[in-house]
């Protein structure tokens, strides 16, 4: 086998071999985090469950039935899917390369909103053969990449047709950042941002994503090329992803070839936490599943798993999902179906892997494979030519406007039919994902320390609870010498538990005690810079993990809160106390919840969010990656939560919009709400 490359993949390779064993001897210092250790042992927990429960899978007719049970659950954690139009596939141009073809192509997915692919086909078919829908990974030029042209001249001389297809904020459909240079977003960074405006309406960007792809299959099966039945997907990183979600979610696949992405699931959270919103579907882990459930799902289809050695996708994590993989193929009597091919490289489809997946494909449809002899590395098609389709149409813009019609239906639905405040209140509980545990029990005081005030006339303690099983936080509780009488007033500060930021915190002296509650990732209690290796940022990594545990970070926040006012209400000195919860901007809205979860009177707020409607239409903006929660927005808004606080005085001091600018007109510092 000719292993001839590009010099370009020669290059990239050299970068990433190392990239994440350098860093590994600190990773034992970046686990000693609070909100870490918790999330570790719930990995840990789940892990161990459904480790049980597979190994209880001993016969075939058992297979079955787990297989029939994953592929419920896959379909149950990915939702429904926005419904795809029957629109226009057409083909823009055509690159003739001598013995194979390029397609430039488009094809309507939502109404107005395009997939940008180029269709590789070797020119002299005569009659249908097989083809391979090949999503994109995480490169910024999407299909226009090198690794993955190659790839699509590699299938092309092997006799395969190929799509290859630029996924939401790639290659043709990259979005553009809020800098003054006007620079791409990263793709991971676009997915993000384009799953926080999903969320407004309930709605993820898997679902999205997943429906493309199979749109992209309907156009795949629609050329005359292609032999319906001697269909495969094959991708890398988000493009191995998207083949192993492909492969379990449809039936029209026949063959499946993912690479660098299996891994236990365990290992790769612990290693570096959860990936960008589309790898996160909601409840994943909830549902008792693993990577390897995908491949299992897919079975008896021919599998073969890609991976690198030097993967920070972990390989320990790979060898144990293959064990399992294999031992469910063996039981449902496809044990000569699955095949895995490992690198010794890093992070990426190189060429050894590329030519693993197409001979073996070649193997499963039954056509000679002929290597890359023919392919001349040094005059790939590049992105300029790749490219072409005219308008791929905004997806931001069609989300905004769904977003504003569902709006505006539910705003009259509601206007008509007025929701009870116990009906908020749950609606509240069930957009936070809130379990039962989280809002009853009192939490466990596990140690608490006198501190020398930095207050004139105060006594300060440090304390430290358990909110819920392994999970601990830090209050600071500050006293007036003589604040214990029947009318005493207790404020509740969500904030950061920092000595800088006491030191210069103001004191309203309207109360005689104040307790500060830090919530789970926050202050003290943050992760430390480098955690996840710099795959991006710890506050969106730590949301997507409580996704897949079938929670929500702001959830596990307000849980914090609600308990730290249980444990003081259990003090006899408190249980008279009237309370108002007090918190700014992010922090307002944990605050905002937990009154209303906890059934507080009072409420002072600095910073609160305007509204999460124009967050579907607006995409600029600064807030921390907590505050969007699933439905929020699309089931309850702001205004409808404070209109069914309980009676008493509700204070908000300043309002900001998206882009945390102050919206509250001048002369109304000061709301009441009786």
Request: with cysteine; glycine share 8%; aromatic share 8%.
């Amino acid at each position: 086998m000719d292993l001839n490359c590009s010099e370009f993949e020669k290059r990239a390779h050299a970068g990433r071999e190392l990239g994440y064993i350098e860093d590994y001897p600190e990773r034992i210092d970046f686990r000693i985090n609070p909100f870490l250790e918790y999330l570790d042992k719930r990995s840990d927990d789940y892990l161990i469950a459904r480790k049980k429960g597979v190994k209880a899978v001993t016969t075939p007719d058992e297979a079955k039935t787990y297989q029939l049970s994953v592929r419920e659950a896959f379909k149950r954690c990915v939702g429904p899917l926005p419904e795809c139009t029957a629109g226009v596939m057409e083909v823009t141009g055509t690159i003739d390369k001598g013995d194979y073809l390029i397609d430039i192509v488009r094809i309507e997915c939502l109404p107005g909103v395009f997939i940008s692919a180029n269709f590789y086909y070797p020119k002299m078919i005569n009659k249908p053969g097989p083809a391979i829908l090949f999503p994109c990974g995480h490169a910024g030029e999407g299909k226009a990449s090198p690794m993955y042209v190659s790839f699509g001249v590699e299938a092309a001389q092997n006799g395969f047709s190929v799509l290859i297809y630029d996924p939401i904020g790639q290659g043709e459909r990259r979005i553009l950042g809020t800098g003054i240079d006007g620079d791409w977003l990263s793709a991971v960074d676009a997915h993000c941002l384009i799953d926080r405006q999903l969320s407004a309406i309930g709605e993820h960007l898997a679902a999205y994503m997943i429906a493309e792809s199979c749109r992209a299959l309907d156009y795949l099966l629609s050329r005359t090329e292609v032999d319906p039945d001697h269909v495969a997907v094959s991708g890398n990183s988000g493009g191995g992803m998207m083949s192993a979600y492909m492969g379990a979610y449809d039936d029209r696949i026949k063959a499946v070839a993912p690479c660098c992405y299996i891994t236990e699931l365990r290992a790769l959270l612990q290693r570096i936490l959860a990936q960008d919103a589309e790898q996160c579907t909601p409840g994943f882990m909830e549902n008792g599943l693993d990577l390897c459930d995908l491949i299992t799902a897919a079975a008896p289809k021919p599998y073969m798993v890609g991976g690198a050695l030097y993967d920070f996708f972990p390989i320990e994590g790979l060898r144990n999902a293959m064990v399992e993989a294999k031992r469910m193929y063996r039981l449902l009597g496809a044990s000569d179906q699955i095949h895995s091919h490992i690198t010794s490289k890093g992070h990426g489809m190189w060429v050894d892997t590329r030519l693993a997946v197409i001979q073996f494909l070649s193997q499963a449809f039954n056509i000679p494979f002929r290597g890359n002899d023919a392919v001349n590395y040094e005059a790939l098609p590049n992105e300029s030519e790749l490219c072409g389709t005219e308008s791929t149409g905004d997806i931001q813009s069609y989300i905004a406007q769904r977003a504003q019609m569902l709006y505006n239906e539910r705003r009259a639905e509601s206007k008509s039919l007025h929701s009870p405040a116990q009906e908020v209140r749950e609606q509240l509980i069930d957009c936070l994902r809130l379990k039962p545990r989280s809002v009853a029990g009192i939490p466990r005081l596990v140690e608490t320390n006198p501190l020398e005030s930095s207050y004139t006339g105060c006594t300060s303690r440090k304390l430290l609870i358990e909110t819920e099983p392994g999970m601990f936080i830090h209050l600071l509780l500050v006293e007036k010498l003589d604040n214990l009488s029947s009318s005493n007033r207790l404020c509740v500060i969500v904030a950061p538990i920092e000595e800088s930021g006491l030191l210069t915190y103001p004191l309203d002296p309207a109360y005689s005690s104040w307790l500060f509650v830090q919530p789970r990732g926050i202050g003290s209690g943050s992760m430390l810079p480098g955690t996840n290796f710099g795959m991006f940022d710890l506050e969106t990594a730590s949301c997507y993990y409580a996704r897949l545990l079938g929670e929500t970070l702001q959830g596990m926040r307000v849980t914090d809160v609600v308990s730290a006012i249980q444990f003081i209400q259990e003090l006899p000195e408190y249980q008279l106390s009237w309370i108002t919860l007090s918190g700014t901007e992010e922090h307002a809205l944990t605050a905002l919840y937990s009154a209303i979860i906890a059934g507080i009177h009072d409420v002072d707020l600095t910073g609160l969010l305007d509204s999460f409607q124009s967050f579907s239409t607006e995409t600029v903006h600064t807030w921390g990656h907590a505050i969007f929660v699933s439905g929020l927005g699309i089931s309850v808004d702001i205004d409808e939560l404070l209109a069914e606080l309980l009676p008493g005085s509700l204070k908000i001091r300043s309002v900001l919009d998206v882009r945390k600018q102050n919206v509250l007109q001048e002369g109304k510092e000061e709301l009441k709400h009786g």
